[in-house]
């Protein structure tokens, strides 16, 4: 039996959790769901974005699956929960997985790639401040240490090499940041070395970006730091179809928190029209970080049958679909039998 903190989010987020927690279920593995509270709707019942008891229910089972919490933009609003929660629980390694889906129709074939981007530091630290009484100038301190960045450049170099891959690259910009930037390239070039069965290349953000959209085979594992890890998550989810079909791994020490990584989706909460792909697949990952390997391979291979097949999907995978979130979610389960 595997205790989780289970976090069912804002807008959407309840109703594709309900479609994960079912397929879960299903596939036989033990799982005791204590159910928390985080974000917009936290906020609306408890006066707090992040209650006291949502973070001793992590602090107790150091395992949360969690669906998309909403952060206002810009202004006086919250900040961001999810990076609350990494840095409380020092997540360090985000991890993103991005790959081609048969059924899916994309620009391009073939496109496998995981990115793994430092979560704790970097212009998401979080220290911005004025500098004027009239709060006309803005500043924000970028912060790249070199423990955070062996931590992330060995994870992803293991991570390549237990998971079969044969590349790392690093983006950076440390033609222009020489010394932020500059340490996590220092870094990266200092660890390669300890790995010579991955190869090793490094790439300016920018240029990577180009890259990418021209030919996305040419990556593998990508490992950089905060602000752009997060930019080339969402372009890598592009080239595959989108974000309902991404999920996302928060990984630290001793505790790891697993999330689709797309928003709340106000505007189709209560429709029956969210797509649980991204949510269910981080639960795949979810399982296979506590050795559930058997569960995750059953979960997976039903939803791969069922996204390839595009019948009974949402109508973002399939617009002649007339299937909804709780009936791919109930395929997905047929699937599995």
């Not at 190869?199 to 920018?206: A, S």
């Not at 905060?226 to 991404?246: C, Y």
């Not at 996204?307 to 699937?335: H, R, W, Y």
Request: aromatic share 6%; hydrophobic share 40%.
């Amino acid at each position: 039996m595997h205790a989780v903190t289970l976090i069912k989010g804002d807008g959407i987020g309840p109703s594709i959790m309900d479609e994960a927690v079912k397929v879960i279920d299903a596939s036989g593995v033990e799982i005791q769901w204590e159910v928390a509270y985080a974000g917009l709707t936290a906020y609306e019942k408890f006066g707090t974005p992040l209650p006291d008891e949502t973070m001793a229910s992590i602090d107790k089972t150091r395992l949360a699956f969690k669906g998309p919490l909403t952060t206002i933009v810009g202004g006086s609003g919250f900040r961001s929960i999810n990076v609350a929660l990494r840095q409380k629980y020092d997540l360090y390694a985000n991890v993103r997985p991005a790959k081609n889906w048969p059924g899916v129709v994309t620009r391009y074939n073939d496109v496998d790639i995981v990115i793994v981007r430092e979560n704790t530091e970097g212009l998401y630290a979080g220290l911005e401040h004025y500098l004027t009484p009239k709060k006309d100038i803005a500043e924000s301190l970028a912060v790249v240490t070199r423990a955070g960045s062996e931590r992330i450049v060995e994870y992803a170099f293991q991570y390549a090499r237990d998971n079969n891959r044969k590349k790392v690259t690093v983006c950076h910009k440390a033609n222009i940041l020489k010394y932020t930037q500059g340490l996590f390239l220092d870094v990266a070039r200092e660890i390669a070395p300890k790995y010579p069965d991955i190869q090793f290349d490094e790439k300016i953000i920018d240029a990577a970006c180009m890259h990418m959209v021209m030919d996305p085979t040419q990556f593998d594992v990508i490992v950089c730091t905060n602000m752009f890890g997060d930019i080339l998550s969402d372009l890598t989810a592009g080239l595959v179809g989108g974000l309902g079909l991404i999920p996302g791994a928060n990984i630290g020490k001793d505790a790891a928190l697993f999330e689709a990584v797309h928003g709340s989706a106000p505007d189709i909460t209560g429709k029956n029209l969210a797509n649980p792909t991204a949510v269910i697949m981080a639960g795949v990952m979810m399982l296979r970080h506590i050795g559930e390997h058997d569960a995750a391979d059953k979960i997976q291979t039903a939803v791969e049958k069922v996204v390839n097949e595009g019948k009974f999907v949402t109508p973002d995978l399939n617009p002649q679909s007339k299937c909804g979130t709780v009936e791919m979610g109930n395929a997905i389960v047929e699937a599995m039998k």
